[in-house]
């Protein structure tokens, strides 16, 4: 092809563009591709969770697949994700950090994972709580960590119970009632850090006689969210709830949750009890 040819067929393919735009209703047209391309988004999400709730196989694959998807982008950005299982026992430890480690934080955070292969009755599931809650309160004593936690989820509840004090002997007892979600927002703040870290509550752990935010629940809760942040006892909570009202927290104060709503209490481990504050 010579280039008078070339020159000539680019100009031609010019008009031929420009007759076209002139001659449409560009704005109509763009109107029709967003309204199909919605329609075929809106009927290939219909269809994909018929399938999804129909088809266990389809269930299967996806679940999985979601959740080792999750894995790794918690691999690459460091934070942790919970057991895909649906009723999971976890013990856990705070304790003062291994210097060794290449870790800015000054305090750890060590847990472990039990699957609950069978539910029974709530009695069972009290006992079983009651035993990893002395496991657990054994290993932190003779390690001289902060504090110990043990939660157990059955199905979309969270049941757990923490201690800071070498006593192992309170019993821990279930019970299916829950309350609504009470906190609006959730910061946590530390000196060292220049941006807080808005932190998530999953609504299952609304659960009466629940105690939020101690320390290793906390350090729990930073653990599996994606934002970067030192930890150690000089944290501060801002913490805003469904009435509007704002509060702050520190690493001695912690919030029971109750029937009509919650209770801040600050510990007090020279009396060995703790102290219930007013809101």
Same mark, same amino acid.
Request: proline share 2%; charged share 20%; with cysteine.
């Given at each position: 092809?010579?280039?008078i040819?070339?020159i000539?067929?680019?100009?031609?393919?010019?008009n031929? $563009?420009?007759? +076209?735009? &002139?001659?449409? /209703? *560009?704005?109509?047209?763009?109107?029709? #591709?967003?309204m199909?391309?919605?329609k075929?988004?809106?009927?290939?999400?219909?269809?994909? $969770?018929?399938? +999804?709730? &129909?088809?266990? /196989? *389809?269930?299967y694959?996806?679940?999985? #697949?979601?959740?080792?998807?999750q894995?790794?982008?918690?691999?690459?950005?460091?934070?942790? $994700?919970?057991?895909?299982?649906?009723?999971?026992l976890?013990?856990?430890?705070?304790?003062?950090?291994?210097?060794?480690?290449n870790?800015?934080?000054q305090i750890a955070?060590?847990?472990?994972?039990?699957?609950?292969?069978?539910?029974?009755d709530?009695?069972?599931?009290?006992?079983?709580?009651?035993?990893?809650y002395?496991?657990?309160?054994?290993?932190?004593?003779k390690?001289?960590?902060?504090?110990?936690m043990v939660?157990m989820k059955?199905?979309d509840?969270?049941v757990?119970?923490?201690n800071k004090?070498?006593?192992?002997?309170i019993?821990i007892?279930?019970?299916?009632?829950?309350?609504?979600?009470c906190?609006?927002?959730?910061e946590y703040?530390?000196?060292?850090?220049?941006?807080?870290?808005?932190?998530?509550?999953n609504?299952g752990?609304?659960?009466?006689?629940?105690?939020?935010?101690?320390p290793?629940?906390?350090?729990?809760l930073?653990?599996?969210?994606?934002?970067?942040?030192?930890f150690?006892m000089d944290y501060?909570?801002?913490i805003?709830?469904n009435?509007v009202?704002?509060?702050?927290?520190?690493?001695?104060?912690s919030v029971?949750?109750?029937?009509?709503?919650y209770?801040?209490?600050?510990?007090?481990?020279?009396?060995g009890?703790?102290t219930?504050?007013?809101?």
């Amino acid at each position: 092809m010579t280039p008078i040819k070339f020159i000539y067929n680019v100009i031609y393919y010019i008009n031929e $563009i420009y007759v +076209y735009m &002139t001659t449409t /209703d *560009v704005y109509a047209m763009a109107f029709d #591709f967003v309204m199909t391309y919605s329609k075929c988004v809106e009927y290939t999400r219909k269809k994909g $969770i018929l399938l +999804y709730n &129909t088809n266990n /196989d *389809v269930k299967y694959i996806t679940d999985h #697949f979601l959740y080792f998807f999750q894995c790794a982008i918690g691999i690459l950005y460091n934070f942790r $994700i919970e057991p895909m299982d649906e009723n999971w026992l976890c013990s856990s430890v705070l304790l003062k950090a291994d210097h060794t480690l290449n870790t800015t934080n000054q305090i750890a955070y060590i847990e472990t994972y039990d699957t609950i292969e069978s539910i029974t009755d709530d009695k069972f599931m009290s006992m079983k709580l009651n035993d990893a809650y002395q496991v657990v309160t054994n290993v932190k004593n003779k390690n001289d960590a902060y504090e110990c936690m043990v939660m157990m989820k059955i199905k979309d509840k969270y049941v757990h119970y923490c201690n800071k004090r070498a006593d192992n002997s309170i019993s821990i007892h279930l019970n299916n009632d829950m309350v609504k979600p009470c906190f609006l927002s959730i910061e946590y703040t530390h000196p060292k850090m220049k941006n807080g870290v808005i932190l998530e509550l999953n609504k299952g752990m609304y659960h009466i006689d629940n105690i939020l935010f101690s320390p290793i629940f906390v350090k729990r809760l930073l653990e599996y969210q994606t934002v970067s942040y030192y930890f150690d006892m000089d944290y501060k909570l801002n913490i805003m709830d469904n009435n509007v009202m704002m509060f702050s927290l520190s690493s001695n104060q912690s919030v029971r949750l109750t029937k009509s709503n919650y209770d801040i209490i600050c510990d007090a481990e020279d009396t060995g009890h703790d102290t219930v504050t007013d809101k």
